[in-house]
């Protein structure tokens, strides 16, 4: 046996279930690597089909009329929203007639640090949108608890101000599910299963609505 096992821990199970993870230590990498790969297919099973779909249909309307999208989320989902933009608005107008108009309120550590310093952090996307945002335009905000003060606030500001709103959650979802017009829920209590499943959401829309302005062939002879 390997000095560096334990008996008392915990291999891969096929019919574990429960959101909480990890709830007892691993006794290697691969084994741990394996519970997580069964924790991230439970989560990626617990997202809504219809709320994919309304999202979807949200996000192509407005870049079909080229409103404004704004994407959002502090930390790992500071990250996603940053990557938002890229691939909504590089990927999806690569090899069709979307002109995406995509903006991280995330990406500007300049601005995010005046606006904190000087009025609050609660405040860094609510002001950015109302300098920015007009009605009709999409926020998509991220935030793996759904509770974050200026993720809820910019929820508010948007539906107070006819900003569409597409919130994307893990944990109980927070004020956040329940605030946005759209709530694409990830059923979870592990921030990296999480943000892991938000990545993969971003990813699938983005290459959802590409494709779905695409002949046949274009999507056979194209690398997504």
Same mark, same amino acid.
């Given at each position: 046996?390997?000095?560096?096992?334990?008996?008392?821990?915990? *291999?891969?199970?096929? /019919?574990? !279930?429960?959101?909480?993870?990890? $709830?007892?230590?691993?006794? =290697?990498? %691969?084994?741990?690597? &394996?519970?997580?790969?069964?924790?991230?297919?439970?989560?990626?099973?617990?997202?809504?089909?219809?709320?994919?779909?309304?999202?979807?249909?949200?996000?192509?309307?407005?870049?079909?009329?080229?409103?404004?999208?704004?994407?959002?989320?502090?930390?790992?989902?500071?990250?996603?929203?940053?990557?938002?933009?890229?691939?909504?608005?590089?990927?999806?107008?690569?090899?069709?007639?979307?002109?995406?108009?995509?903006?991280?309120?995330?990406?500007?550590?300049?601005?995010?640090? *005046?606006?904190?310093? /000087?009025? !609050?952090?609660?405040?860094?996307? $609510?002001?950015?949108?109302? =300098?920015? %945002?007009?009605?009709? &335009?999409?926020?998509?905000?991220?935030?793996?608890?759904?509770?974050?003060?200026?993720?809820?606030?910019?929820?508010?500001?948007?539906?107070?101000?006819?900003?569409?709103?597409?919130?994307?959650?893990?944990?109980?979802?927070?004020?956040?599910?329940?605030?946005?017009?759209?709530?694409?829920?990830?059923?979870?209590?592990?921030?990296?299963?999480?943000?892991?499943?938000?990545?993969?959401?971003?990813?699938?829309?983005?290459?959802?609505?590409?494709?779905?302005?695409?002949?046949?062939?274009?999507?056979?002879?194209?690398?997504?």
């Amino acid at each position: 046996m390997n000095p560096g096992y334990d008996l008392q821990t915990v *291999a891969p199970s096929a /019919d574990r !279930a429960s959101a909480k993870f990890p $709830a007892a230590s691993h006794g =290697s990498a %691969a084994w741990y690597f &394996d519970a997580y790969a069964e924790e991230v297919a439970r989560a990626f099973a617990s997202i809504e089909p219809a709320a994919l779909d309304k999202a979807a249909a949200i996000l192509i309307e407005a870049y079909t009329r080229r409103a404004a999208v704004f994407a959002c989320g502090n930390g790992g989902s500071a990250a996603i929203a940053n990557h938002l933009q890229c691939d909504h608005l590089k990927a999806i107008r690569t090899k069709t007639d979307l002109v995406p108009r995509v903006v991280s309120l995330s990406s500007n550590v300049e601005l995010l640090t *005046a606006i904190a310093n /000087d009025m !609050a952090y609660e405040d860094v996307f $609510a002001y950015q949108l109302q =300098s920015q %945002a007009s009605p009709g &335009d999409v926020l998509i905000a991220i935030s793996s608890s759904g509770r974050s003060p200026n993720i809820v606030r910019a929820l508010a500001w948007a539906h107070d101000h006819d900003v569409r709103t597409i919130a994307i959650t893990g944990f109980d979802g927070g004020d956040a599910r329940t605030l946005a017009e759209v709530s694409i829920h990830v059923d979870g209590a592990n921030y990296g299963i999480i943000e892991d499943a938000h990545q993969a959401i971003m990813h699938a829309l983005a290459q959802y609505i590409r494709q779905s302005r695409m002949t046949a062939d274009v999507i056979s002879s194209s690398v997504f």
